[in-house]
């Protein structure tokens, strides 16, 4: 449900203020130059943009290098869909008059939509710098830095959108998914070397936590506490999961624990200023600083920057991105009959929005109401055929509906569109035991099988090898079944206990 957040404030009166300034430039050149500047004028106004253009070529040709022609022209081919064009008028306008703010205003959104995001940021970054810079110049630098994976400075942009106008919803939601952004990037960073294992497992802990998780949330926090004993928020959040569960004074002793002097506080700046709320400095200093500590800490601070951005969109009048970021918030949580309540809703914003409707699809999918899902989804794969992961949702959604023949159809559309992608591939093995082929689902399952947590896996391989005639390897898949059923329901007990704090 991440998509990013497209909220283009009305240009035109500053296009048609910038076209009648550059017009009256040029047209004290001649009466047939003024008159033939206001036809073209008029042209603008009415969304006219190729007659527009055309005039303005026509009187390139005897000003050529008159930079508000040349802005005029650039301005009338971007408006016209035509940015491509509008590029070289554009370069040649702010190369002859570079303080020609406009044009290089137009020149970023061109070069944004043409999908060039870098070469859109010093135009952009010009005009944000002048004293006049308004809340779209400001959303396009965000996009622009947004794309180009500068996360950090598209956030820092778009708060100063919520700055500017408070009560506009959509820069509260831009700004929680690019903190969002600087969180995933993070968190990212934290790959399968031993060293960052402790780290994973924190972010995890905190994740649970955050979910609602506490008795495994606990349990994560207790075995990495011995690892990351400089980690003194570890002793906040195990805390705060005996306030939740009834043990007060089990809270009071943790928290005792983690208490820093002012000492230690001035060499644990982030620790210190998280533990104070105080995100924006924390996520400032971790940004400064490429450490694991730092890293982790960017990813909590710039949570914590997320969520209070989106309280801020729920706090404004109901709208379609309103619905959404509860929609989002509810998915993470597991609440998928409350997500799709809430999309229900965001779609009576926007009726038979596809980008609604796809995440409508996918919260009926997660709820398991297939024949919802299925209903919601095949309108969108009409207009949108290849789309491999509507393809898998849909697919998937049918083989559970027992409609094993389409099912398998469009799995194997979806597996021929992305290879690569393990989730079809699997769904269609699945499909083809349902269908009884099982020669063509064995290698389709076979490679997931180290991917098996539950046993599940190794039955469907072992039905599938019986089938062909490798009793013997079938019987092997079924006894590691049966280990793996046996390890998972070992490890669920572990995690239902929340003791007390450790002695000493």
Known sequence: MQRASCFLLPAASLSLVVLLWSIGEAAAQSADLA?????????????????????????????????????????????GGRESEAIAPLERAVARKP????????????????????????PLERVVAAPSADVEARRMLASAYAETGRHADAAAQLRRVTLIVPRFPAGWYALGHAYNEIAQAAMATFDDRPEHGPWRQLLL??????????????????????????????????????????????????RARGVLTPAQCARRKMLCEFRAARYRPTLAAALAADDAESRYWRV?????????????????????????????????????ADAVAELTVALKFAPGDPALLDDLGAAYYAARDYERAVATLSPLLRSDPDNPRLLTITGDSLLQLQRTDEAVAMLRRAVDRDPGDPTPRLALGRAYVQQGDFAAAIPLIEPQLPHDQDGSLHVQLARAYSAVGRKDEAEALLARSQELQRAA???APAAQAITPPKEG
Do not use: C
């Open 35 to 79: 008159m033939r500047s206001q036809v073209a004028s008029r042209a603008m106004k009415e969304g006219r943009f190729d007659e527009a253009a055309r005039i303005y070529r026509e009187l390139l040709a005897g000003l050529p290098d008159d930079p508000g022609l040349l802005l005029n022209l650039g301005m009338a081919l971007a408006m």
């Open 99 to 122: 303080d020609l703010l406009p044009a290089h205003l137009f020149l970023g959104s061109s070069y944004l939509a043409l999908g060039e995001p870098a070469k859109a940021i010093a």
């Open 205 to 254: 802990a905190d994740a649970m936590l955050a979910d609602g998780r506490l008795t495994d949330a606990f349990a994560n926090y207790r075995e990495i506490a011995a690892q990351l004993p400089s980690m003194a928020t570890i002793h906040d959040s195990v805390a705060r999961i005996y306030e939740r569960t009834g043990h007060p004074d089990w809270a009071a002793q943790e």
């Open 300 to 336: 909590r601070a710039a949570t914590e920057l997320a969520r209070d951005a989106f309280r801020r969109l729920d706090a404004l009048p109901d709208s379609r991105l309103r619905r959404e970021v509860r929609a989002t918030a509810a998915m993470g949580e597991r609440r998928y």
């Open 489 to 491: 329901q070992a490890k």
